[in-house]
């Protein structure tokens, strides 16, 4: 492994820990302050927190299938790894790094209630447009997939991308 790769996997790891860390924190004052507690409203009509524990996935869909969303988690990081693996260095792919990273924490963020409590602590609601309750991890997750997506449409070409195919170098395709 190169020293380069060393680092990369050791600033991974690093903000991966802060990140888990930052949810899980969150989500201990939402359960210590909000839980039995009515709303605490931020902005009256638009934004509050608003304690909830939600055995499902997002918008409640799957409730009780804890197994389901640990292997999803599990299918998850090891993705991650294998495009951190593949990832060539340097600072063109730092932004890619980054989202997984993000994508990691939050899968884990999550990962960790589900396991500990059977359900993940939401706290955070916009009560403006009635959007579901969510939490930090759920962020993490949604910006980075949004970055992703800006990533592979407006930033890297194919043959950026082409390092994480499964394809042998050179020789037969």
Known sequence: MTKEKRSLFVRFLIGFVILVGLDQWTKGL????????????????????YYSENRGAAFGMLQEKQL???L????VLAGVLYM?????DGKHYRPLAVCLMLIAS??????????????VVDFLYFSLINFPIFNVADCYVTCSAVGLVLLIMFYYKDEDMAVFSFKKKGGDQ
């Open 72 to 75: 999803i988690a599990v299918l």
């Open 68 to 70: 389901f969303f640990f």
């Open 84 to 88: 951190l693996w593949r990832m060539p």
């Open 106 to 119: 939050g899968a884990v963020g999550n990962m960790i209630d589900r396991i500990t409590q059977s359900y």
């Open 30 to 49: 939402a359960s210590a302050y909000l839980k039995g507690n009515s709303p605490l409203v931020l902005i009256r009509g638009v934004f509050e927190l």
